[in-house]
């Protein structure tokens, strides 16, 4: 079994086939998908599609990117979306410093606001830190205690030495099958496998042979979960074991983390 750890089924990309593109990520052995809230008005959606697949499992949030859509009302109303539904984590939260144009004190308010929900009601995080890892960490120190994920890691060795020491898993997806994401596979070999998840970002981030795979396809470039296996086996080679035994531990780990045995 395969657990993809991060992927946005509930996009509107994925309107037209999301119970065949299911059926293959089952028919590989990806039985579990984890799927992240963005913002308020996408949460019923996320819980109608959890409900209706039992393979989907829900977390909600409000991402750094639709920041100028949130509002405070969104966090009490995120309080309610926690009580009223079985969740996993709190998110998509986070920090997101390369688009410059968002606002970076309204991101750490719903970041830091986002963390506080998630430890009053015992909760991971799934966290997204783009060219933000430093502050992700320092606010993460002043809130101990703290677990979840990192989506999509994309920091240096050292950060990620602490992030781990915090309690933190590291995701990773699409941008490892590349050959030329040197400085990643690098990164992604050096860290012990009990902290890594595997997870596609769905429709986004797209694996290196998603063109293939979807060559007859409107959307050629449209990554979904039964495209995990490719993050899989390039982890498997970068160190130096075989599908089976990534595919078991990232299981373990995500199992761990979102408490789904």
């Not at 697949?53 to 009490?76: A, V």
């Not at 130096?240 to 299981?251: D, G, L, M, S, V």
Request: aromatic fraction near 10%.
């Amino acid at each position: 079994m395969i657990i993809d750890s991060h992927c946005h089924i509930d996009f509107n990309d994925f309107d037209l086939d999301r119970e065949q593109v299911l059926a293959r990520a089952s028919q590989l052995g990806i039985k579990k998908i984890i799927v992240p809230g963005v913002m308020q008005k996408t949460w019923d959606k996320i819980s109608r599609y959890c409900k209706q697949y039992p393979q989907l499992y829900p977390c909600f949030g409000l991402h750094p990117y639709y920041i100028e859509q949130h509002s405070e009302n969104d966090l009490s109303l995120l309080k309610q979306q926690i009580q009223q539904n079985t969740t996993v984590a709190v998110g998509e939260c986070g920090l997101d410093f390369y688009l410059k144009d968002l606002d970076k004190t309204k991101q750490q308010f719903y970041f830091e606001s986002q963390l506080d929900i998630a430890r009053e009601f015992s909760l991971p995080v799934v966290i997204h830190a783009r060219k933000s890892t430093e502050e992700i960490i320092k606010t993460l120190k002043r809130r101990p205690g703290l677990n979840g994920m990192i989506h999509s890691y994309s920091g240096s060795y050292e950060q990620a030495v602490q992030l781990i020491d915090l309690g933190f898993y590291l995701s990773f997806g699409g941008p490892v099958t590349y050959e030329k994401s040197s400085r990643l596979r690098k990164l992604v070999q050096s860290l012990p496998l009990e902290s890594i998840l595997v997870e596609t970002d769905a429709p986004d981030q797209p694996v290196a042979k998603a063109s293939v795979y979807n060559a007859r396809a409107a959307n050629s470039r449209r990554n979904e979960p039964a495209y995990i296996t490719d993050v899989v086996d390039t982890i498997a080679q970068l160190h130096n074991k075989n599908r089976e035994e990534i595919a078991a531990i990232t299981t373990e780990n995500a199992n761990r983390l979102f408490q789904l045995v």
